[in-house]
């Protein structure tokens, strides 16, 4: 018996047509506790900006996550990335991280960097990708219930 082929994962570079989509994944993807989600405001106003690369991972037709990077002077910053809660742990936000890395050296960078709030799940995702941890500003976040947490800066040479 056979059944539909697996949908693969499709990630195309996004612009301001796929706000929409973008929006409704940062929505359900940040954990409000955190304040980490953008404001479509904040999207729509750095997606003209230099060297801005926003991502659009889909399977089929269902827009599934989104990547938000920035490339100046061979440096590359992975500023947002989200899978929506329904559709993690099937290798979307691995292969937007893939993807930032293959964009972010066409673009001619050859430093890649991040940061991440201490304890996020991205931290396995990254490490697997060969960032490294370069730096930690100490209690950097504040969740809403006031605990705070420190920022973790990774990168990766390519
Ligand atoms: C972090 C985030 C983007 C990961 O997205 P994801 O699509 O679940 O990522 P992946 O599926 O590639 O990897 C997640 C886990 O699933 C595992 N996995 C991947 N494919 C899998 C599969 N087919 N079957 C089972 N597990 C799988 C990975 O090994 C990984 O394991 P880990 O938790 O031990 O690291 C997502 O959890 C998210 O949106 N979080 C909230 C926003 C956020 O904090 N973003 C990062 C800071 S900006």
Do not use: K
Request: charged letters at 20%; hydrophobic letters at 45%.
């Amino acid at each position: 018996m056979t059944g539909p082929a697996p949908a693969t994962i499709l990630v195309q570079p996004a612009g301001g047509a796929d706000l929409d989509s973008v929006m409704a994944i940062m929505t359900q993807a940040f954990d409000p506790r955190f304040g980490e989600a953008w404001t479509r405001p904040q999207c729509a106003g750095i997606l003209p900006m230099y060297g801005v690369s926003m991502m659009l991972a889909s399977l089929g037709d269902t827009p599934v996550g989104f990547s938000l990077s920035r490339t100046v002077a061979g440096e590359s910053e992975l500023l947002l990335l989200g899978v929506a809660p329904d559709w993690r742990a099937r290798g979307i936000g691995t292969a937007l991280v893939d993807s930032f890395i293959a964009h972010s050296r066409q673009s001619g960078a050859r430093f890649l960097h991040l940061e991440v709030r201490d304890g996020n799940s991205a931290l396995g995702l990254y490490r697997r990708a060969g960032f490294r941890l370069v730096g930690r500003r100490h209690n950097y976040y504040r969740g809403t219930d006031g605990q705070q947490f420190d920022a973790l800066t990774m990168a990766l040479d390519v």
